[in-house]
């Protein structure tokens, strides 16, 4: 056997593997929670994140609170670590809940011009037409998921089991609030569920549920940060997961 052979055959190897365990994963889902922005779509595609992040620092520079934040929060292209920076020295104060208000706002203007991702809606058709039930868990403001929804024609696959952002912030992914409250409402024991999420936090926070996790990586460098950070399970599309579904019907 050549070299070019054995290598050949390894990676067919190691693919069907992958297969294998994805069709494990999907099987033993009795629930799927989905992460909103990433999985479901690219929620601010057209509406850059970045410039939100920036526009609330200057919000709160304009407002002589410069103080709050640090060199790397006034840096950050993250609109939820900088609400997350303020909530840690002004835990849900008034301040903290106007700034999650213009984020909410901003988040909702995003919505409008929102990229599906691909396969996405599909699946979540899919999904429910072979009687598994779903919900999403996301650091997003539930109004926006039900935005975004709504536009698709896809609440009916999801409602009522929305839980996103709340007035306390400490509660966000990495913590497994949402997707406890999920479990706990869908009347799920964590080991039937599974998880769909794109960012270490979403990891973190299926760890700590002890729900299976399957990341979503739409390029090589979101799919190393999930693998650095333990996750066992990657896919670069949501095709494969898809037709393990289809097997399902």
């Not at 990676?11 to 929670?33: H, I």
């Not at 919505?111 to 899919?126: G, K």
């Not at 390029?219 to 333990?230: I, P």
Request: hydrophobic share 40%; charged share 25%; aromatic share 4%.
């Amino acid at each position: 056997m050549t070299s070019d052979t054995r290598q050949t055959e390894q990676a067919a190897a190691s693919t069907e593997n992958q297969a294998e365990g994805l069709r494990d994963l999907v099987t033993r889902a009795q629930v799927v929670l989905w992460d909103f922005d990433g999985p479901v779509c690219r929620l601010f595609a057209a509406h850059p994140a970045e410039r939100v992040a920036t526009e609330m620092v200057e919000w709160l520079e304009g407002r002589g609170l410069r103080g709050l934040l640090t060199e790397g929060d006034r840096k950050s292209l993250d609109p939820h670590a900088v609400l997350r920076a303020v909530d840690r020295r002004h835990p849900s104060s008034d301040l903290v809940v106007e700034l999650e208000e213009r984020l909410t706002k901003e988040e909702l203007r995003a919505a409008a011009s929102a990229m599906p991702t691909a396969y996405a809606d599909i699946l979540i058709r899919t999904w429910t037409a072979v009687g598994s039930r779903l919900a999403i868990t996301t650091n997003n403001s539930p109004r926006v998921v039900n935005k975004y929804l709504t536009s698709r024609d896809l609440v009916p696959c999801f409602a009522p089991h929305i839980y996103g952002r709340t007035r306390d912030l400490q509660l966000l992914k990495p913590d497994p609030h949402c997707l406890n409250r999920a479990l706990r409402a869908m009347g799920c024991a964590p080991s039937a569920a599974l998880m769909i999420g794109d960012t270490p936090s979403d990891l973190a926070a299926a760890r700590s549920a002890g729900v299976p996790f399957l990341g979503y990586a739409r390029n090589e460098d979101k799919a190393q940060l999930l693998r650095s950070a333990g996750a066992t399970a990657v896919v670069g599309s949501l095709e494969p997961v898809l037709r393990a579904v289809r097997l399902q019907a």
